[in-house]
């Protein structure tokens, strides 16, 4: 007992015991003021509360279990995103093992291990390949200017012919199409090695300029829109060659007009190159970026061409993870359209 100012009664818990008061009693001529103590083996007052009310109860559980669910959905995702970035590295033509990924939970390791091993087993078929086609190139060379030679000797002996004019013509040809077959080659194998940002002024304006001067000499005009201030990343290579392609193919089949546009939507640059020539046939526009394939028309018939160029060139745009497509442009000839992802120069 002892004596206390505050006469509102309350209880509190200590411990294992509840302390419950005041209540005023006398004793010898003196006010005083009584608390008792019980231990306490219940649960408690807070919890009794928090049963009582089920609101409050939902609250206090989603206060102590919202850190612990975030935290372990994190924990549980990292693998995911893992998995994520290498599969978005693959589709960029980098095939190589990720050891971070045969990491975390056991059915994640599996998952991962099996990544790696597609990964491993699509990039021996690439280099086998890639090996199988230099060897062809070794293989085809040497005899094909030992042919040249032989037909520089008979012309001299025999002086020129039809013939030997022909010889000569097809096994440059012959050489043209396996130099190309081994760019397409590269192309598909090796794009994701030299990868760096550069302003597209920087890749394609000289290559513009020299594709204008080009068709002013054979009497053509081409006309492009100023270049966007933006930067494309990939390789430089790939991306300038893949427009030099275009730009050629129009102007070569252009009757006299080129129209080049490029601009920037949704984050993505648009390019499209159209010219006035005869175009293609509708049901052909999807193959001609197949390799060796042969437009039906003239346009394709007498150029001289391997039909490798715009699959060359589709190959370069999906390495950068962009789409190519070919319709009839509104000056009635070919229009090919890409689209590429793009980081805005700041």
């Keep these: 007992m002892t004596s206390l100012p505050d006469d509102s009664p309350k209880q509190k818990l200590y411990?294992?015991?509840?302390?419950?008061g005041p209540t005023p009693i006398t004793l010898a001529d003196r006010e005083l003021k009584l608390y008792v103590g019980v231990r306490w083996n219940q649960p408690p007052p807070l919890l009794l509360r928090l049963f009582d009310k089920p609101i409050q109860l939902?609250?206090?559980?989603?206060?102590?279990?919202?850190?612990?669910l975030l935290w372990l959905?994190?924990?549980?995702?990292?693998p995911a995103r893992k998995l994520e970035r290498a599969a978005k590295r693959?589709?960029?033509?980098?095939?190589?093992?990720?050891?971070?990924?045969e990491q975390g939970t056991s059915e994640f390791r599996q998952a991962g291990a099996s990544f790696n091993q597609m990964v491993e087993a699509v990039n021996n078929m690439v280099s086998g390949q890639q090996r199988l086609l230099s060897d062809i190139s070794h293989e085809l060379r040497s005899p094909l200017t030992r042919l040249r030679m032989a037909s520089a000797l008979a012309v001299r002996k025999q002086g020129e012919s039809p013939e030997l004019e022909r010889i000569d013509t097809e096994a440059q040809r012959l050489e043209l199409m396996i130099n190309e077959l081994l760019a397409l080659s590269r192309t598909q194998a090796d794009s994701h090695l030299q990868r760096e940002t550069q302003p597209l002024s920087s890749l394609w304006e000289e290559i513009i300029k020299d594709a204008q001067f080009?068709?002013?000499?054979?009497?053509?005009?081409?006309?492009?829109?100023?270049?966007?201030?933006?930067?494309?990343?990939?390789?430089?290579?790939?991306?300038?060659?893949?427009l030099d392609n275009i730009l050629r193919n129009a102007i070569h089949y252009g009757k006299d007009h080129v129209e080049v546009t490029i601009a920037i939507k949704s984050e993505n640059l648009h390019v499209s190159v159209q010219d006035n020539g005869e175009g293609v046939p509708e049901e052909e526009l999807e193959d001609i970026f197949r390799p060796f394939y042969r437009v039906s028309t003239a346009r394709d018939r007498h150029s001289g061409g391997t039909g490798l160029g715009l699959a060359i060139t589709q190959t370069?745009?999906?390495?950068?993870s962009g789409t190519i497509k070919a319709k009839r442009g509104d000056l009635g000839g070919l229009q090919v359209d890409i689209v590429l992802p793009l980081s805005l120069g700041k």
């Design 58 to 68: 939902l609250f206090a559980v989603m206060i102590v279990s919202t850190p612990l």
């Design 90 to 101: 693959v589709a960029q033509g980098e095939f190589v093992a990720d050891p971070e990924l």
């Design 73 to 78: 959905a994190w924990v549980v995702s990292q």
């Design 15 to 20: 411990g294992n015991y509840m302390i419950a």
């Design 214 to 242: 080009e068709a002013e000499q054979m009497g053509k005009a081409l006309n492009y829109s100023s270049l966007p201030d933006c930067k494309l990343s990939g390789s430089p290579k790939l991306l300038m060659s893949a």
């Design 316 to 320: 370069a745009i999906r390495q950068h």
